[in-house]
């Protein structure tokens, strides 16, 4: 991720796979595509989502030839694929709903539990927060603490509060069957498990609360530290922010234009530039930017003490505030960890090897997101390695993926691979990012194409307006955000893009 901003999409396919195919095979897709009246493949549509829920995206899936195939996902035209595995045999020899439980309700776990047929799972959602909170809104909470409402609301009842602390798989003996075990000593048992825990980071852009172990973390606790962070930004008349990455590039700015000639602000980055995972454009935008507003730029060296920074040129800069912005770490260790304590591996470094990646960039998966000899437990989000940048956006194509294979390796189905079955052979997974430059500006990415200014600050404001409205349930926002993302999806994969 690099959730300080760097979110453009939600959402994701959910109506393109309630039943997997609109015919049994692909002629019958060229069929509906060819033969009938845009109304009709509407109603073929939705007829297969089974749902009302879905009308309005049958009726733009009636429309577009191109995402009816896509909505079809079939395994020689979306993408490379992989035959399932076995089922455990717990699983093979129960009868009625599988039990799935998803660690995480934020915005992949949120995506996977409303993407399971409830006809078929029996879904428990688990999260150690007893609140949603969209993230890239959190560091404008640090400049104007009051919106912090606007970005955070309450679970839903079916949201069970618990911290998971290990798993356990089924070991055919006196651990018969597949268990999360919570702080508090109880236990879910699962059929299928989905890690879905997010990522960390220095508080307070992520709950400092989020690293204890004990307790679930409430909103008044976190509404509590926000308040705390702001008022000590208030009173600092000088800030050094560490990393010229999205979150440093837009922390600054918050800053520096909320604050406007009473403090004095410093970013330091050891890249040879900016955002230097955009394109050029993108940098020089903001560079600009910063230098309108008096924010002094600076390479950092090794020394990033409490109130000071060395940089790169030998200086020493000093400020009564230090933010450390130069990444986030993997918030499910404790959890992979429990997975390799009963797997055998073959010395103790593969071990602390495995925790390391899993510390630095996520638990390592498969290409169809399973975990490495665990075919039922899949992990999506900022919670798996990917070389792709961690956004709402990736963590819900990745939780689409996941609702997929868990719905067909049931049936023994082909399991689809992320992110070939989304995008198709040959192309690129869509980069779409959206920096805010305090409250009138920004920048916004598109593959290649990089867009500055008022449009991209309206944007993330737009995100975060519906965000909000899908997370709590609304049904017209979610359904525009769903044939939103779907839309970008397809135009990403020709449009603008990058090299692979």
């Known amino acids: 991720m690099d959730k300080g901003g760097n979110h453009l999409l939600q959402g ?36 297969c989502a089974g749902s009302k829920y879905e009308l309005l995206a049958g009726v733009w899936y009636g429309m577009r030839p191109r995402v009816l195939a896509s909505a079809c996902r079939l395994p020689d035209s979306a993408g490379d694929s992989t035959e399932s595995t076995d089922l455990q045999p717990s699983m ?5 709903k599988r039990k ?26 688990i999260d150690a927060k007893d609140y949603f909170e969209f993230t890239p809104g959190v560091l404008r909470c640090l400049v104007e603490p009051e919106h912090f409402s606007a970005i955070t609301v309450t679970h839903s009842p079916d949201v069970m509060l618990g911290r998971a602390v290990a798993i356990k798989p089924a070991d055919g003996g006196p651990q018969d069957n597949n268990e999360v075990l919570l702080a ?71 800053v520096a234009a909320a604050y406007k000639g009473q403090k004095l602000v410093k970013l330091i980055t050891s890249r040879p530039r900016l955002l230097d995972h955009m394109p050029k454009s993108a940098s020089d935008f903001a560079e600009s930017w910063f230098s309108q507003h008096g924010v002094e730029e600076a390479g950092a060296g090794g020394n ?25 770490s993997s918030f499910s260790t404790q959890l992979y960890e429990s997975l390799l304590l009963s797997q055998p591996l073959d010395t103790a470094n593969d071990k602390e090897d495995r925790l390391a990646i899993a510390t630095r960039q996520g638990i390592p998966v498969c290409d169809t997101l399973q975990v490495e000899g665990y075919p039922n437990i899949f992990v999506c989000g900022d919670a798996m390695k990917t070389q792709y940048d961690k956004t709402a956006y990736t963590a819900d194509q990745s939780a689409m993926i996941v609702a997929k294979n868990i719905a067909v390796s049931t049936k023994g189905g082909i399991l689809q691979t992320y992110p070939q079955s989304i995008v198709g052979r040959g192309r690129s997974l869509l980069v779409a990012q959206c920096i805010s430059l305090h409250r009138n500006s920004g920048i916004f990415q598109f593959n290649n194409l990089v867009v500055n200014g008022y449009v991209a600050s309206l944007s993330k404001a ?3 307006w519906i965000s909000m409205r899908v997370a709590s349930g609304q049904y017209i926002p979610t359904q525009l955000w769903l044939l939103t993302e779907s839309l970008m999806t397809q135009l990403g994969g020709f449009m603008f893009c990058t090299s692979s």
């Not at 093979?92 to 009625?96: K, P, Q």
């Open 100 to 125: 799935v439980v998803i660690i995480g309700a934020q915005f992949a776990g949120k995506r996977v539990k409303e993407m399971l047929p409830r006809a078929q799972f029996d879904v428990t959602l």
């Open 12 to 47: 994701s396919g959910e109506v393109n796979w309630r039943r997997g195919r609109f015919g049994s095979n692909k002629a019958d897709v060229g069929m509906v595509v060819s033969a009938r009246s845009a109304a009709a493949c509407a109603w073929k549509a939705c007829k």
């Open 304 to 328: 990033k003490k409490a109130q000071s920074v060395s940089t790169s040129s030998g200086r020493t800069l000093s400020a009564e505030l230090v933010y450390n912005c130069t990444g986030y």
């Open 184 to 254: 508090d000593g109880s236990t879910v048992q699962y059929d299928y498990l989905v890690i879905a825990t997010g990522s960390s980071y220095i508080s307070p852009i992520k709950a400092q609360s989020q690293t204890s172990q004990s307790s679930v973390s409430t909103l008044k606790e976190r509404r509590s530290e926000i308040a705390c962070a702001a008022q000590e930004l208030k009173e600092a008349s000088s800030v050094v922010v560490v990393g010229g990455g999205a979150v440093g590039v837009e922390l600054a700015a918050e």
């Open 462 to 464: 737009s995100i975060e």
């Open 92 to 96: 093979a020899r129960g009868s009625g």
